[in-house]
């Protein structure tokens, strides 16, 4: 094939989804570390798949108008770092093919893979080689190298494949922790799995399987509850809808709507507009909007009634958890946190709206803006609680109109030590500035299982062993979790040690938690010790020592 | 000879070895246990009135002393032509200060003159600008220059306090509700402030151990920023001697002190606000 179509193209997204989304759990498991939260396949597939509807929404004669579509779906769908970094990596392939109407030659395409290379490398503060990053950037050297030698377009994408595969293979030449675990790095073999897609599509084979049948059920489900609100709701109807158009303006459509409602999102460019509103008069919002272009995927709910409903259902459930709404506050708080008890223990320090994830659901980036979104707070921070979620909760930075500030806590402990912080009178900056200084006063530690045997370091680990965290690093290998974690706490305790906190998860017996306090309180006696019910999924023990 | 006397209140927190070797005098708050009425120090030990705070389940009221509670303990010490420095609690925390306004203008035409000083602070805050008012009146210093040293430390008086629970603050109206919610699940030590005159959460700190360690930092930065000069340091507790003690000799050494760290227990007046367990740190430098 000399040149791609934007149906083509269009079918090789398709086909990159179906395949990302059939080889999630492979990607999975090749997470470096064998504990169960590795999940760069799901959350690059959930990312793909985001930007697979919005394809949906647009015309794939025109290829600018599509890949604008696959960047701004997969932004907003972003989820853990590696589907951020995909995001970014759809970013610059749209920015190479932004001025290609109907065909993409194989220098379009050459262009479009550099420019998706680039836009990772700077997306990261600091690139590590072996990851998606050099398979991206051994793709599109390829690619380059093929497109001056007058390859066709399709030729052009055989040679960003091969290159591809080559550099997943190579990947633990580059990284002796891939090496060690005898495991390929992941975010690059799910960027592969979107390659071997891509010459699918171009090849025209059959679609057998829609990626868009996959839904993130989890967390989507528990989204529901996210504006929870006592009373009775201002601007009640949440309001959503496209704008077709040919010189739509964002910035006016956003100005404009603005005095009519909150928690109010509107993106897009020149062709289509999205916008997303509360507000108590829809019909004045429509009206405005239907006098700049064609309104489609018009959607208005209720929330006052979805609210009032989910309340009812959902007295005891643990979805979103959001403060009543009171005065606007000047700071707000966002918080991701798994588990009922540690929601509660983030409530009790001043956090408006939780969003549940973490370890096992890495929340998307657009499930973080509304979060944001609805709290009643001129600025909001975000704590990530998660070293996979940070990335995303630093996009929400841009797609926000509030100032929003991203404290980089990498777990539970450094939330809540980060919390001991906020205070709710000071300013962003010097709330963000407190934070962030003090939140690494805490060390962690996490108490799991391994979900395949692997070597790490001195340790020999079979599957299904416990194993004991320091600050993500495996440190102690056992039988019983009980075991671990006195031996874990053992290794976190120094002299200057005063505070002993354990959070144990929804899987740990609460009796044997409770005799492994006892025993804690006997060993370090010079230590306050406490212990409560985290809740949090198959994670027996979160340990903080400060 | 016109004299100078140095007159304060129960909630000074001064220990009786101190007040008698200064000669400072001391007016009663009284404490409220439901139709029990007791004078602070009088009627009531520190240790009983703790014990009755923790089991009673009616939280006990304080009561400001009256205009004639001065009035009398005015004409007890003060001859006429003699001055009083009437030295109290913060005018925002009570109407102590109030009453002795009253008293004052009630014993003018006695021929006294009392100065009232609102010291803006509380506990020890108040004990140590008596402490200084009565050692500058024995060294023969002059009443203005008196009234500038002791209004200078008054406005560069450091408050830091500890407490076990916000709980006390929170039934006494001394702090917001959301406020005293924040934190209740985890076993957090809040440092408060007193921010003129009024309760003011500064930091939040887990365990009691790391609290008092903070307390030891936050000297540290206020001798930082009076780097030339001497410091007054005072330290009460609520029932923590031991703690409260080991602080005492460490700040003492660590801020290079020339003085000893004034050591009180915190009385009734000011523990039925905060509560057992705790403690609180002022210091101001001298000018």
Redesign the interface.
Known sequence: MEVITGSVLKNMLLHAGALLAQQKDMVNSLNVFPVPDGDTGTNMSLTLNAALKEIEKVEPDNIGQLVSALARGSLMGARGNSGVILSQYFRGFAEGLADVTTEATAEDLARALRKSSETTYRAVMKPVEGTMLTVGREAAAAAAAAAEEGATAQQVLYAAYQAAAQAVQDSPKHLPVLKEAGVVDAGGQGLLCIFEGFVHGIEGKPLEYSALDVQPTAVVEKQEGITRIEGELVNKYCTEFLILGTKLDPDYVRSSLEPKGESMLVVGDERVVKVHIHTDHPGEVLEFCGALGNLTDIKIDNMQLQNEKYTEEHQHDFGSMSAPQGERKNIGLVAVVPGKGLADIFMSLGVDVIVPGGQTMNPSTEDLLRAVESVNADAVIILPNNKNVIFSANQVRELSDKPIGVVATRSIPQGITALMYYEPEASLEHNLEAMEEHKSEVKTGEVTYAVRATVAGDLQIEERDIIGLVEGKIAVVGQSTADVTRRLVESMVDEDSSVISIYYGEDQDAAEAEALYEELCEQYADCEIEIYSGGQPLYYYIVSVE | MARIHVVTDTGSDLPEKIRQELNIHVVPLSIQFGDEIYRDGIDLSVAEFYQRLQNDDELPSTCQPSPADFQAKYLEIAEPGDTILSIHLSSRLSGTYQSSVIAGTMVAEEGIKVINIDTKSASIGIGLIAVEAARLIRAGIALEEILEKLNYAISEMQVFFVVDTLEYLRRNGRIGNAQA????????KPILTLQDGVVSPL????????AI?RLKELAGQVRAKYPDKDLSVGLTHAMVPNEAEQLALALKEELALTDDVILGMIGPTIGVHVGMGTMALLLHPKM
């Open positions: 919610l924040l934190g209740t699940l985890l076993n957090i930091e939040k700190i887990r365990g009691k151990g790391r360690k």
